[in-house]
Structure formats: C-alpha cells, structure tokens
C-alpha cells in the first residue's frame, strides 16, 4: 500500500516566475502519477491511495479549460481506475496552511484594514482541511472506495466574521472582487500570468460546482474527530503571516 501526491507547497517564487514552470510541474505530477501506478501494478500492491481532485474541465463541460493542476490530477486519477491495481482516490479540501504566508490570500488596505480578496461569492462554502493533522484519517479508511473528506466548511464570509480569523486580534474583512481584479492580484503578488488564470479559474469551479465537483463529502468511521479551522488558527503566529500583506491595489 501506497500514497502519493507530487505537488505540495507554493510552486511559484514570488519573484514573478515558477519554480519550475507551473505547466512543468503539472505535466511531470501526471507522468510521475502514472508512472507509480504502473510501478504498484506490477508489484501487485494490495492497493494506491491518490490525492487527487474533480476534473474542473469535464464537469463544467470546458468552460475551465486553464486549471491545469486540477485536471492532472484528475487524470491520473482516471489512469489509475483504468489500470485494475485497487485504486481509491482520497480528495483533500482548501488546505488550512495556504492562509501561511500567502500574500495573495490578504491585503491591507491603507486604513489597517485586512482583507481576503476573493472571486467567490460571500456564501461559497469553503471545506477547510489541517492536512498535517487530518488527512491521515481518510487515508486509513481507504477500503471504503473513493473518499471526499467532510472536513469542517465554512461560507467565505464567515471566516472573517466570525471566530476563526478573529483569533488574530486584526480587523479582517471579505470582499468579493472581479475576475480581473483576482487576477491582477494573484500576479501583484508574484504569480506568472498562466499560474494566475489556473487558479482564477479553480475559484470560479469551486464557486459553481462546489470543491468536489458536486460530490458528497463524508467522515463516517474516522478514528477521532477532524480539526477545526478555529483551533488550526488558534495555533498560528498571525503577526508573522499578516506582515507579508501587500497594500490593496
């Protein structure tokens, strides 16, 4: 038995370019992902835990055409149903973490007021997941078949509004912005343009279709209950995080 999933972290610099390219790191994820695949299916391993997501393209019928990193997953996902080795497909939710160190994620405005600039609707749920603490638990029950986490969710509105971001001791707003501002925030950051239109158009799958592309989420016969994002961010040193805010644009 095992799991794998390549692409973890930040993949751009911050300095304007990938490191490597973002189509780069796609493309060896979906060669990598494949190549292990073969690999268990002739080591005849009793079964391959994956980390994979919905196939934006597909199920918004190509309207999602640049969220690369989403489709490569999807596609090894697909490679390793088709190849007979016992495949389960374990999605993870919005990692807790992205929030660390993310410039794109918050901005000050010149008040003092922090902001989440999202694309998404105010009432968008988010499935938050502490994937150091939590992801384990789904990958334990892999013999139940493909695994969408029911991680604690939140509407994008209540994150500010509400306890979990509050811990901050900051005045932290949401507001939702256009395509092109969400844009030009992303690359205001540091983010290739191509890096910027795959995640542009990841938020506005997840806002239509939901994180899973419409699929059920579950905990059933988890070992202990998940983390919440109220204690992920109870344990976080937001001083640090909230320095590297740029200025509103």
Do not use: C
Request: glycine share 12%.
């Amino acid at each position: 038995m095992f799991s794998w999933s390549p692409i973890s972290g930040n993949i751009w610099t911050g300095k304007g370019q990938s490191t490597p390219l973002f189509a780069d790191v796609v493309g060896k994820e979906l060669s990598e992902g494949k190549m292990l695949i073969d690999a268990a299916k002739v080591a005849s391993v009793k079964g391959t835990i994956w980390s994979g997501l919905a196939h934006a393209n597909k199920i918004s019928g190509g309207n999602y055409s640049l969220v690369g990193h989403w489709g490569g997953k999807a596609q090894v996902s697909e490679y390793g149903r088709a190849s007979g080795v016992p495949f389960f497909d374990v999605q993870a939710g919005f990692y807790a973490s992205n929030f660390l160190g993310n410039s794109s994620l918050f901005v000050k405005e010149p008040n003092g007021t922090y902001v989440l600039p999202w694309l998404v609707r105010p009432t968008t749920v988010v499935p938050l997941i502490d994937m150091d603490n939590d992801y384990g638990l789904y990958r334990r029950h892999h013999g139940r078949g493909d695994r969408f986490p029911k991680v604690p969710a939140y509407a994008v509105v209540s994150l500010v509004n509400t306890q979990p971001l509050q811990v901050t001791g900051k005045k932290i707003v949401f507001k939702q912005i256009t395509t092109e501002d969400a844009t030009n925030n992303f690359i205001a950051s540091g983010i290739p343009p191509a890096t910027a239109a795959d995640l542009v158009e990841g938020m506005q799958f997840w806002d239509k279709f939901g994180y899973y592309g419409g699929r059920a989420s579950n905990r059933e016969g988890l070992a202990q209950p998940t983390r919440t994002f109220i204690s992920f961010a109870q344990g976080v040193d937001w001083s640090k995080i909230l320095v590297l805010s740029r200025l509103m644009f």
